[in-house]
Each structure stands twice: as C-alpha cells, then as structure tokens.
C-alpha cells in the first residue's frame, strides 16, 4: 500500500471514530441560498415568467432546441419553476446570447411530469441545433406554490463530525470503491435495446461498510437501477453519508427517501419521511402528492400513504381542479371517497367530480369499476334540491340509471322520513356510511373568522374577540330545513379574553363554537363539528375537533405547515343521526 493511500486510510479511521458521537441539529432548518442542482431550470433574459428555458447539468446552466417543443413541454417547465401553467411557446426570440451547451433536443413530454429532465430526450447534450433555436415560454404570471418559492430543508447531524469527510468525497481521494448508477431514459437505441444512462461514483469502502446494504466489505463496486429523475440526487446521498448533512427540497426528497430506504442508512429514512408533511403543501400542482401515494402503495408505508390521502381529502376541491386529477388512479380515488374528513362544498359537489373524472377517462374505466366508485357516493346527503334535478343533469343517470334510482329512493326516504320511521325499517342501517357526513363547507353549514366586516365580542362589545353568529339547519334532511340552531363562534386571542366569558384556555389562538339554542329536544341528533384552519386561503393544514365547545387538535392528525401563520378559522356543523 502506498504511503499516501496507508495515510489516507487512517484518516478515515479517525473520522469514522469520532463519528460515533454525532447528534441531531437543526433537523429542518429552511433556507432559499444554495447553488443550481442538476436538473433545476430557469428562465433567462425575460421578465419574472417569461424567458429563454434553461436547465442546470453537469456543472453548467444549457439551453433547450425548439425541435418537438411545444405546450406540453412548456406546462412542465412552468410548473417545475412554480406558476400554475404555460400561456404561450416561445420561438427564436432574443432574450440575449447564449454561449454554453445546448442540453436538451427532441424532447417529448406528457405534460404531466414534475420535472423537464424526467421527459423523454436523445441524451445530454446530443443536438443538430445552433442557439437561434433555443427555447423559451411565458408562464401564467400566477404563482402554483403555496408556501415558499424553492424551499429547501437542511438535515444536519453533523456535530463532532469533520469538515474534512465532505472534501475526501469530493476529491475521490484514495477511493477505492465505485457504484455506477443507472437509469432507463424511455428511448430506444438503434438495436432496439432500451437506452440507459449513468454515472459513476467513487467513494471508500471504510465509509460505506457502515451499511451493509452497500456490501462494500465483499467487492469494489455495485450498480445501482435507479429512476432517471432520482440520479441527480444518488451523489448528494452518498456524500450525506460522509458528512450526515444534506439540503433536501420538493425534487429530491421521495428520491432521499427511497434511497435511505433501500441501503438502510435508518436516520435519513426517518428525517426525510417527516419532511413529506412539511412539503406536501408546496406543489399545488398534486403531481407531488399523487406520485408520493402511489410510492407509498409501493414501498407500503402506511403512514406516508395517510399523510398523502389525508392533504388531498382535506384540499379535495383543490385536487379537483389540479393537473393531477385526471391521473388519479381508481384505488385512490376510491380510498378518498371511503373517507368522511373529505372537504367540500356539498356531497353533490362530489358526485359531479366523480362523474367529472370517469367520463374524462372514456372508455378506460369498465362500468363495474363506474358503478363501484358512483355507489361510494353518499347520496342521502346530497341536497334535496338537487336530487330532485339529478336525473336531468348527471351525466351518467342513463347510463346507470338502475344504481341511481336504487340510490334516489334511498336518499329520498331519508330526507322525508322522520329517525323513529326509519329505523322500523328492517333496511335500514344506522351505521351505514350512506348517513355519515363529511365536512361539508357550504354557507348553510360554516362560517369564516375572521371576515371582513368588524368583528365583536357579544358581551363586552369592545372590537377585540373575533366572533359572529350563524345560523343552520338542526339536520340535512328536508323534514328539518325550518328548524334553525344559532351558533356563536369566537377566536380568542389572550387569557384576558377567555375570562370575559368566564373561560380559561391552555393555548392561542382558541376557537369556541357554542350553540345559542339548547339542543335536547333534538336527542337523536348529535353534532360532530370541525374546525378548518385555512392557510392565506389557500389550503387546510389542520383540522380540529370541538370538545365540550372548545377547538382540540388531535393528537392522531397530522398538520401541515402555513407561513407566517397567515391563516382563517372555518367553523363547520356536522349534525348527525344516533
């Protein structure tokens, strides 16, 4: 062994030595100053959302030919950069001179993918094209991103731990252990063979034997199968495992995560498993949210799987009109409609979604699956007006009809029977999910704190409690459509407040929800209120139960975050039969 691999050895002796005492830091410290990824992309030489389309690789910032672009291609990169869709092509307009590599050609998109370097293309850097073909597009001037533009998280576990290690994988210094990366563009070559792409890390067995999933203490080198989308982010994984610090945002942290998974190294599985909640907000796309639910599926993580199905049933209106919509799969959309926390306007808002997506779909989906997804529908808590009108406007009554009419009856039946009636019926089933209802945020069931008028407190009159008075239904059902309660919703904001109405409250803000009408003549009915905490209006990160009139969050239900706490209180009636 040579005297400089022999020193080189040691070295990594004493790091990994004193890596045994490293702890846990600044585990999602957030910041927006980090330099270009492989794969980022940018606009260049135009104003905020429009300019000439170039993507960062190997090193350096490229262009893209316009050969095979068109708004397919535009949506993905717009959405990738943040705003909602593309509003036009741009071809061979000046936006100044390009002198770097032209990186992309003959590239086909869906449209519906996350990222412009997922799309199928010859290779990088394979072009016939000069710069007066270089790309560029005008995005909808209209942010998608509802947090942060390019959030990026830092997980650092670095303490005790040397600078040193990082710059030993950098220089590949005394490496003596080499993982060729893979991944299958989409193309076919010539011979018909599908075409690959790859790339080769070195790195030092003494580090990666920590994880015997490497079996670096049995070869010197491994090739890795990995998506095309991951590859960028397999170095950065690597390295982490040198320095336990890695910046991880919306691109790369399914990657992170998978990678942490399938090579065991347990600390950066778990930290980036816990960011999916903090990212979830960010694409209001649903491309991220959709392709993290069918990961989850895969890998059966079942509580990553939640936290997908959880965001998309509390923003189901969001989801509805998102790109991703028309991608979902039948089990996730049938997953979503099995839940009773989905929010949204009414149940008939459902119903037209639902009928939305299957006729979207054509002849895809076989009646069987129609029939099992429309029959997820709780029609007895459809509106009573708009039952009466089903038969004219849904789009598949004739399709369908004998399911609708079987359904009808039973919806009409609930809305014109009183409770005691129907439970002689031996058909009729008090659990049945029929008779559960959701969160439904119509004017007729919610309200919002704060609005726009001045807000009061009902007994001090001063303008410092958030507060109002609405009014609803005593249940969803017509025989009850007269029979009004009053409630009083309050946000108190101090203890000093709490105490005006003799209350003590552990924490703030606190929501109190409190019905002005006693509620004993109604025995059969029991409210299962909610209260929605909107982000900017946006979306809902958390949702919380009403406990003896007060606003709890549960301990079992996830939240997600909302900058700078810019946020709305919904207060939503949920009466139920018992």
Known sequence: MSAHRFTVTVWLLLLLHVSGSAMKINLFSRHRNRGPQDGDARLFGGGAADGRVEIYHDGAWGTVCDDGWDLAEAHVVCRQLGFTRAESVVIGKNYGKASGPIWLDDLKCEGTEIYLSTCAFTNWGATDCSHKEDVGVICENGRANLTNDNAVYSLDHSISLSDERGQIFDSASGADFFISVRSVTGNTQEDGAPEVVGVTIWAHKLILSQFPLFNASEGSN??????????????????YIYTRKVDVNLSSVQCLHWMASTFGVKQLMEDTGRLFSK???????????????????????????????????WNYPNLTSSPAWTRLSV?????????????????????????SWITGKGNSTSLETQVGLLSLIRFPMIPAEALYELEYNSSLYSTHMSMYREKLLKAFQFNVLVFSNLMSNPKFNREDEDYRPRIYTAELWSAILPRQQPLYSHRTHQYDTMATVFNTPVHNSLIFKSNKISWDANVFKSQQECANRGLRCESFPTARLVPQNSLSQWSNVHFRNRLLLVCQGKYVFQVQDFKNNMAVNGTQVLAYPCPDDQYTFRFVVRPKYV
Do not use: G, K
């Open 279 to 313: 990212i979830l907000p960010e694409d209001a796309s649903f491309l991220t949210q959709v392709s993290l639910y069918e990961y989850a599926a895969e890998t059966q993580d079942w509580v990553l799987q939640e936290n997908c199905l959880q965001y998309m049933a």
């Open 331 to 355: 089990e996730l959309l049938r997953s979503l409609l099995l839940r009773s926390d989905l929010v949204v306007p009414d149940e008939y808002f459902v119903l037209q979604t639902v009928e």
């Open 222 to 239: 491994i090739t890795v199968d990995i998506r095309l989308s991951c590859q960028p982010h397999f170095s950065s994984f690597i390295r």
